[in-house]
Every structure is written in structure tokens, then in C-alpha cells.
């Protein structure tokens, strides 16, 4: 498959794992979805030996919807909160930074995009809920509410983790940043935290 791709013009990068191609400035990763080791969800490359954690993989093609990317080319697309679900996973797998700057921006603008009233409805409404942490709370209470039970606890174990607001993921997210000393945005990463953990666990 990979070799009829590239005479269609992708390409593999140096040094690159053995599932990554390129498009112009596309990378695009393909997973062989189906093909695990054992009962654990975990799929291990037979080039590199290095194994990826499926888990989450199930509710793609549960809740991928049909979606316009640009005019004339329709993708199925994941909804925001499993987004967020399977860059979770995915830290946890290969504690790349920029998965947690990816779940930083999710929990900071869910539900904001579309003037959803939800985070209005919210705010005051669930213990320390602000409008500011309401996106993130709602996102951990939509990831509860679908997400598969096995998926659930790695993200509600992820978060429980996060104690307090000097925690490595939040310094991760803050080099990510370049605001690893700004107390401010530290004490606003941590309450968007302690929100998301409060909507995930219910």
C-alpha cells in the first residue's frame, strides 16, 4: 500500500516511523486498526518493535462523522472530545509534548467555538465552575458520558495524577508555551485541569 502511495505523491520522511507519510504539508499516520497483539488493545510494528496502545480506536469509527475538510474532499473527523481522548493515550504511549499542547488548546476553547450556550448554562452552576473552566469541565463530562469504560479510566488516571499545579504535564504544557515562568498561566492551566478532572469523574 505504501509503495502505490508514493506514485501518488506522498512521501516518507528521514528517519521517520515506519507508519508516517507526508502530502504537502499533510502527515498522515497509518494505523492497521484491527491488527493487535493479545487482548490488551496493542498493536506492536513489525519493522521498529515499538508498540502503540489502541485503546480509543473502537469509538473512532463509532463516532467519526462525515466532514468537509475543504471544498470537495470529505473525511470522516473525530469529535472534540475523543480529540482529546486519544491525545491522552497518546502521551501516555510516546510523551510527545505536543500532545498536551494539543489537550491544553482543546480544553481551552471547547465549546467556544460555536457560541454553544452550554458554557453560559454552566458557569455558577457545578462547584468552582467559571466560564473560563466551563469548556473543560464540559469536555471531561462529554468524554464520560461516551467514551468507552477502558478509555474512561486511562484519562480519568491521567488527570488524577495531575496534583497540583507544578506537575510535569503542566510544565510540559507551559514550555510548549514558552510560559514555563508565568505563574499566572500556571495557576489558569491547573483550574482547567482540576475542571476537566471534575467533569470526567462525575
Do not use: C
Not at 482543546?106 to 452550554?118: G, I, K, N, P
Not at 469504560?149 to 491521567?158: H, R, S, T
Amino acid at each position: 500500500m505504501i509503495t502505490d502511495l508514493t506514485k501518488l505523491g506522498f512521501r516518507r520522511g528521514p528517519g521517520e516511523q515506519e507508519h508516517r507519510l507526508y502530502y504537502g504539508t499533510a502527515e498522515i499516520d497509518l494505523i492497521p486498526y484491527g491488527v493487535t497483539n493479545g487482548p490488551e488493545e496493542v498493536l506492536i510494528w513489525r519493522k521498529s518493535v515499538n508498540q502503540m496502545n489502541m485503546t480509543g480506536f473502537a469509538d473512532v469509527f463509532q463516532y467519526a462523522r462525515p466532514t468537509e475538510v475543504v471544498p470537495g474532499l470529505t473525511l470522516p473527523v473525530v469529535p472534540l472530545w475523543l480529540f482529546a481522548v486519544l491525545k491522552v493515550i497518546a502521551y501516555l504511549d510516546r510523551k510527545l509534548p505536543r500532545d498536551l499542547r494539543d489537550l491544553l488548546h482543546v480544553l481551552e476553547q471547547y465549546e467556544r467555538a460555536d457560541q454553544s450556550s452550554r458554557r453560559f448554562d454552566l458557569a455558577g452552576g457545578a462547584e468552582g465552575v467559571t466560564y473560563e473552566t466551563a469548556g473543560a469541565y464540559l469536555l471531561g463530562r462529554d468524554i464520560r458520558a461516551n467514551v468507552s469504560p477502558k478509555a474512561l479510566d486511562i484519562v480519568n488516571g491521567f488527570v488524577s495524577q495531575i496534583s497540583d499545579e507544578h506537575h510535569s504535564v503542566i510544565n510540559t504544557m507551559l514550555r510548549e508555551e514558552d510560559l514555563l515562568f508565568s505563574e499566572d498561566r500556571r495557576q489558569s492551566v491547573y483550574r482547567l485541569i482540576q475542571a476537566f478532572r471534575g467533569g470526567s469523574a462525575g
